[in-house]
T-cell receptor, first 109, second 115 residues
Framework: RKEVEQDPGPFNVPEGATVAFNCTYS??????FFWYRQDCRKEPKLLMS???SGNEDGRFTAQLNRASQYISLLIRDSKLSDSATYLC??????????FGDGTTLTVKP | DAGVTQSPTHLIKTRGQQVTLRCSPK?????VSWYQQALGQGPQFIFQ???????QRGNFPDRFSGHQFPNYSSELNVNALLLGDSALYLC??????????????FGSGTRLTVV
């Protein structure tokens, strides 16, 4: 079993749709949680951190459930420019961050 | 504000050869982590350097080694290259660890092809 698991998709949605991605992790000692976005053949870029209380950044909302070891990302009002691969990342205080294999999103006109 | 710079951007090597990849972290960052990303997969953690020492290591053989210099820049060395080492190698810089960790800034990567 992988340390961080994501539904690979692909998710194909129309513009304006709401889409949710899920991620589970196995290391209960994990302390840091992030979502990254990676465009084709580019480097990953930090999208947002994920906090236990949940956090929102514009159209993006991230949630963390420590008891279930589960992270989610919700994108509202999808734009064409949201098309990318979304990577779930879980880290420990020792400094190692583990990436999921990503979920691919395609937003269509 | 300079981001993370990696060199070279592309590299073709022959099986059995050795390669050195270089990374300069973002200004103000003191920690460098290296990741290997194969096509269709997420980045896999190779190791992390902080204060010129290897602090954490992933499941990579000893053929993979590294170094961090006093100016925080870092090198990744791979010996006895295998075809399976072909991948995008990403350098990620960050500031601090533990509670002070706020996520990585990645370089654009070095695409290594082993033939």
């Amino acid at each position: 079993r992988k340390e961080v698991e994501q539904d690979p998709g692909p998710f194909n949605v129309p513009e304006g749709a709401t889409v949710a991605f899920n991620c589970t992790y196995s290391n209960s000692a994990s302390q840091s949680f992030f979502w990254y976005r990676q465009d084709c053949r580019k480097e990953p870029k930090l999208l947002m951190s994920v906090y236990s209380s949940g956090n929102e950044d514009g159209r993006f909302t991230a949630q963390l459930n420590r008891a279930s070891q589960y992270i989610s990302l919700l994108i509202r009002d999808s734009k064409l420019s949201d098309s990318a691969t979304y990577l779930c990342v879980v880290g420990t205080n020792a400094g190692k961050s583990t990436f999921g294999d990503g979920t691919t999103l395609t937003v269509k006109p | 504000d300079a981001g993370v710079t990696q060199s070279p951007t592309h590299l073709i090597k022959t099986r059995g050869q050795q390669v050195t990849l270089r990374c300069s972290p973002k200004s103000g960052h003191d920690t460098v982590s290296w990741y290997q990303q194969a096509l269709g997969q997420g980045p896999q953690f190779i190791f992390q350097y902080y204060e010129e020492e290897e602090r954490q290591r992933g499941n990579f053989p000893d053929r993979f080694s590294g170094h961090q210099f006093p100016n925080y820049s870092s090198e990744l060395n791979v010996n006895a290259l295998l075809l399976g080492d072909s991948a995008l190698y990403l350098c990620a810089s960050s500031l601090g660890q533990g509670a002070r960790f706020y996520g990585y800034t990645f370089g654009s990567g070095t695409r290594l092809t082993v033939v």
